[in-house]
DNA sequence: CGCTATTAGTTACAATTGCAACTATCATAC
DNA sequence: GTATGATAGTTGCAATTGTAACTAATAGCG
């Protein structure tokens, strides 16, 4: 039985680095170049165009970002006016963001551009290799969240 | 037909990105806890214990980090004697790097440990799937480097 | 009510990272 | 040889990001 090696380029959690460390600089580039959007601000922008009224922890939740990021990028769309803001009648801790028509515009430019660019990336794969690829991360996310941190063990 | 949307999770540079930092932070955590190793040393010393006596340009470039991130990766791991490094005799500028003993000795503790990690985390995938996700990513990985920066197009 | 604990969001600060400039050495052309 | 340009690696600085502390508001409970 031969004993396992660890060879980096073959190690998952390196090639998925690797790859979205590539994919991520690639598109940020095109939309800080295009847009001037950073990436945590087009996926707040992506999360309120398909449902409006959204308070930040529940952007952050659907982002997968911290409060923190969504506290910053929300701010700069503020400032941009791609964004509006009230707070909440019910909880005024709470605040209720929209994005403007100048929001909704950005989107409508940045959207399409995103898809092209996840289809020109997937071009190469197959049908089933596309639902094997989606379910197979599926998988992992799930297994990841799972194990958790490794710490405190 | 119908117009394509673009929901945030069903994005693939979304989902990747999500996932890798998950992936990410879980190791980074394991390893500065039980090791003291930053995610940037843990590359140089996996790949420094396959082949010794690289340079920093080539770590680099078997990591796919940028100079500067090894030359601070392979500092601290200096400082913490578990590197040691020569200039080339042929060429000043060139360094030469090689595990020391008790380098070797911390890579042989983090290299099973990541290996587990990883055979946890596939473990819900049959050998198949597997294979068919090494498949898709190393395409992606390709397709991705051929795309290329967006910018300036 | 009044007290304590929780939650939403922001701010402040520290750590990481990326980029440009820099030093030192080598290669090439004349 | 000397001048010009390229390469190896480091350093400094700015931008990004993460963590913890903080403010404001609400909820729960006696």
Redesign the pocket.
């Known amino acids: 039985m031969p004993k396992p090696v660890l060879l980096l380029e073959d190690f998952l959690p390196y090639r998925l680095s690797v790859l979205t ?1 590539l994919l991520s ?1 690639a598109i940020a580039g095109a939309y800080r170049e295009r847009f001037g959007l ?3 601000e087009w996926r707040v922008l992506a999360v309120l165009a398909s449902s409006s009224y959204l ?6 939740q659907r982002t997968a ?8 990028a ?2 700069a769309l503020l400032k941009t006016a791609r964004l509006e ?1 009230r707070v ?1 009648r ?6 209720v ?1 929209r994005l403007t028509a100048a929001g909704r515009q950005v989107h409508a430019g940045v959207a399409p551009f995103a898809l092209a660019y996840e289809r020109a990336l997937l071009r190469p794969l197959a049908r089933a290799e596309r639902l094997a690829l989606d379910r197979a991360l599926d998988i992992l996310m799930g297994r990841a969240l799972q194990i958790g941190p490794l710490t405190k063990r």
């Open positions: 460390n600089s950073s990436i945590p308070s930040a922890a529940e952007v952050a970002m911290d409060k923190v990021a969504v506290s910053r929300v701010r803001r909440a019910t909880d005024r801790r709470r605040s963001l």
